[in-house]
Structures are given as C-alpha cells and as structure tokens.
C-alpha cells in the first residue's frame, strides 16, 4: 500500500507485482477506488497512467 497526494487530497493506491510471460515480478498492478491499472515499464509509469486515467474517468461522469 503506498499513500500519494494527488491535488491536495490523499489518495491510497495498492501496488503489487506479477510474474508476467515467464517473466519475474514484471508487471506492476495498481488499484485504487475499484480502478486497475498495470504496467510493463515500471512502478513510475503505472502511477502516471494510473493517475491520468482515473482523471478520465472522473470526467466521464459528469
């Protein structure tokens, strides 16, 4: 579990790492408010597209 601070509130995403294609601990899997994102790259990257894609679909609602 890692804490971030994303415009002035704190959000709490769950981050985890799997085997992916025979690979070790290559994929980083993120979850917060029910929204799952994951990543080949690394735990960075996850987080920035985690991030974007929970703004997109904040906007989405409304």
């Given at each position: 579990?890692?804490?971030?601070?994303h415009k002035g509130r704190i959000m709490i995403m769950y981050i985890s790492y799997i085997n992916y294609q025979g690979g070790k601990?290559?994929?980083v899997v993120i979850e917060s408010n029910g929204v799952v994102t994951t990543s080949l790259k690394d735990k960075e990257t996850a987080i920035r597209t985690h991030k974007r894609k929970l703004k997109r679909l904040k906007a989405k609602e409304k």
């Open positions: 579990m890692s804490k971030f601070f601990n290559n994929l």
